[in-house]
């Protein structure tokens, strides 16, 4: 059984900095691409961070360039989303998700593996 587990999730107040992490299970997803995806209430999930599986290809929403880190450990099967100077609309459920590829995930919004999701809130 396939599993993404994300990790790190909580409250931090504006400008602050979490690190989520993803580890997988179930299958190996050293040649996937991995990334993170982020849904506010009342909103539809959206496109946050993605890289190739050797971590040499990365892209990022808009809204985070600059402020998110995406990295990926694949002796641990994990992948990780550094984010610094958080801001109250960064507020989300946050997803793991791993495709073969990055394009899929950054430009279609899909993926074919997806975490249960990890809630960052971020207060004003």
């Known amino acids: 059984q396939v599993q993404l587990v994300e990790s790190g999730g909580g409250l931090v107040q504006t400008g602050g900095s979490l690190r989520l992490s993803c580890t997988a299970s179930g299958r190996t997803f050293s040649r996937d691409a991995m990334g993170w995806f982020r849904q506010a209430p009342g909103k539809e999930r959206e496109f946050v961070a993605a890289?190739?599986?050797?971590?040499?290809?990365?892209r990022y929403a808009d809204s985070v360039k600059g402020r998110f880190t995406i990295s990926r450990d694949n002796t641990k099967s994990t992948v990780y989303l550094q984010m610094a100077n958080l801001k109250p609309e960064d507020t989300a459920v946050y997803y793991c998700a791993a495709d073969p590829s990055v394009a899929t995930m950054a430009i279609s919004g899909l993926s074919e593996y997806w975490g249960q999701g990890t809630l960052v809130t971020v207060s004003s």
């Open positions: 890289m190739s599986w050797s971590g040499g290809r990365s």
